[in-house]
Each structure stands twice: as structure tokens, then as C-alpha cells.
């Protein structure tokens, strides 16, 4: 995203309307699961926002050979 385009919500809007629509068409889950990255701060604090809590971490490692 452009940086001119940040900081007005869209991101926490979408993520909130996904969470909403996966409600609704499935109202007997017990949640949701995301993955974001720790170094995307933005979408960490959407995802803080709408209440996500850390539950796992992986780790990847790459060798250049």
C-alpha cells in the first residue's frame, strides 16, 4: 500500500468485515486463526485491535548455498 493511503482504517475495516462475514455464514466456529508476520506492525496492531491474540510463532530459516 502506498504510504499516502495509510492510517485510514481500510485494513482494520476489511479484516473486521471477514471476521463478520465468517460469523455469519458459519455461526458455530469456535474462532479464528491468523497469521501475520511480526515485523508487519500494522496489520499486528489491526489484529491486536480486533482482539487476536499471539498462539503460536514460526520461525523459517534459509541458507544461501
Given at each position: 500500500?502506498?504510504?499516502?493511503?495509510?492510517?485510514?482504517?481500510?485494513?482494520?475495516?476489511?479484516?473486521?468485515?471477514?471476521?463478520?462475514?465468517?460469523?455469519?455464514?458459519?455461526p458455530y466456529l469456535d474462532?479464528?486463526?491468523?497469521?501475520?508476520?511480526?515485523?508487519?506492525?500494522?496489520?499486528?496492531?489491526?489484529?491486536?485491535?480486533?482482539?487476536?491474540?499471539p498462539t503460536h510463532k514460526?520461525?523459517?530459516?534459509?541458507?544461501?548455498?
Open positions: 500500500m502506498l504510504p499516502e493511503h495509510r492510517g485510514h482504517g481500510l485494513a482494520r475495516w476489511m479484516k473486521a468485515e471477514a471476521v463478520r462475514q465468517a460469523r455469519e455464514r458459519y474462532g479464528l486463526l491468523t497469521d501475520t508476520a511480526d515485523s508487519n506492525r500494522h496489520m499486528r496492531g489491526v489484529n491486536d485491535a480486533l482482539g487476536y491474540l514460526t520461525l523459517t530459516l534459509q541458507l544461501d548455498l
